[in-house]
Nanobody, 117 residues
Framework: QVQLVESGGALVHPGGSLRLSCVAS????????MGWYRQAPGKQRTLVAT???????KYADSVKDRFTISRDTGKRTLYLQMNNLKPGDTAVYYC???????????WGQGTQVTVSS
């Protein structure tokens, strides 16, 4: 079992920046993909960015060149640096871990990001 705890969400003005963090309760071994997803009110949860155990990254078109996903292995923490935030980025952001060992598909509880003037 892996517990994921997100933090860093806040209310920010358009053009501002935030860094989200996701701490895992245990080390994850093997081949895995970790990522950030978001869900706006009344909409489905969608992919924001993923990072694989091989170092590959993938971003949604809407966040390319503004968001950066990274990981600190020693701290068991996944980050999402978000720059030049827009009102359309407003959503609950969820951390996900899939594959690897412990085996399973794990989600955090989410952290709210609101971009508004």
């Amino acid at each position: 079992q892996v517990q994921l705890v997100e933090s860093g969400g806040a209310l920010v003005h358009p053009g501002g920046s935030l860094r989200l963090s996701c701490v895992a309760s245990t080390d994850i071994f093997g081949v895995w993909i970790m990522g950030w997803y978001r869900q706006a009110p009344g909409k489905q949860r969608t992919l924001v960015a993923t990072l694989s155990s091989s170092g590959g990254t993938k971003y949604a078109d809407s966040v390319k060149d503004r968001f950066t996903i990274s990981r600190d292995t020693g701290k068991r923490t996944l980050y999402l640096q978000m720059n030049n935030l827009k009102p359309g980025d407003t959503a609950v952001y969820y951390c996900n871990s899939n594959g690897g060992i412990p085996v399973g598909d794990y989600w955090g509880q989410g952290t709210q990001v609101t971009v508004s003037s």
